[in-house]
C-alpha cells in the first residue's frame, strides 16, 4: 500500500510464491525508516521473529502520532474525501482514454449492463 505494489509481486503466481520464499524485502526510496522496520518485522519468513500481536503493531513506531482509541471510535477526521460529483478522484491517465462500449450479445443489450439500474440524484447525500 505504501509503495502501490506488493513486495513480491509478479504477473505468474508460481514465480510470485517462489519470491515470497526467496527474494530479500526491498524497499522505495521514499518509504521512511519506520515504515522499514514495520513492514521488515511483519513480513519475516521466520514465524518465530515476526510480530503478531496486536499491541506491538499499534505500539511500534510508524504509529507513533496516531490514537487508536480515537480511530476505533470514529473520532478522527477522514485524511481524504474524494470529490463526489467529480472524476478528478482517478488519474488522467485512465479518464483521458477514448470512450468506449462493449461489444453486444445477441439479445441487443451491452452484456456488462443489462439490467443495470442507477439514480444519480440520491447516490451520495451532501
Same mark, same amino acid.
Given at each position: 500500500m505504501l509503495c502501490g505494489i506488493p513486495p513480491f509481486y509478479d504477473e505468474n503466481v508460481t514465480e510470485m510464491y517462489d519470491l515470497i520464499l526467496k527474494k530479500p524485502l526491498e524497499f522505495d526510496e521514499g518509504v521512511s525508516p519506520a515504515a522499514r522496520d514495520l513492514l521488515t518485522k511483519l513480513l519475516?519468513? =521466520?514465524? &518465530? *521473529?515476526?510480530?503478531? %500481536?496486536?499491541e506491538a503493531f499499534k505500539a511500534h513506531p510508524f504509529f507513533a502520532d496516531l490514537d487508536f482509541n480515537a480511530l476505533y471510535n470514529r473520532q478522527l477526521? &477522514?485524511?481524504?474525501?474524494? =470529490?463526489? *460529483?467529480? /472524476? +478528478? +478522484?482517478? %488519474? /488522467?491517465?485512465? /479518464? %483521458?482514454?477514448?470512450?468506449?462500449?462493449?461489444?453486444?450479445? &445477441? #439479445?441487443?443489450?451491452?452484456? !456488462?449492463? !443489462? #439490467?443495470f439500474t442507477y439514480n444519480g440524484d440520491s447516490a451520495i447525500p451532501q
Amino acid at each position: 500500500m505504501l509503495c502501490g505494489i506488493p513486495p513480491f509481486y509478479d504477473e505468474n503466481v508460481t514465480e510470485m510464491y517462489d519470491l515470497i520464499l526467496k527474494k530479500p524485502l526491498e524497499f522505495d526510496e521514499g518509504v521512511s525508516p519506520a515504515a522499514r522496520d514495520l513492514l521488515t518485522k511483519l513480513l519475516d519468513r =521466520d514465524p &518465530a *521473529k515476526r510480530m503478531q %500481536s496486536v499491541e506491538a503493531f499499534k505500539a511500534h513506531p510508524f504509529f507513533a502520532d496516531l490514537d487508536f482509541n480515537a480511530l476505533y471510535n470514529r473520532q478522527l477526521p &477522514a485524511p481524504f474525501k474524494p =470529490d463526489p *460529483k467529480g /472524476t +478528478n +478522484n482517478f %488519474s /488522467t491517465e485512465f /479518464t %483521458s482514454l477514448p470512450k468506449r462500449m462493449s461489444t453486444k450479445h &445477441a #439479445g441487443g443489450q451491452h452484456a !456488462n449492463i !443489462n #439490467g443495470f439500474t442507477y439514480n444519480g440524484d440520491s447516490a451520495i447525500p451532501q
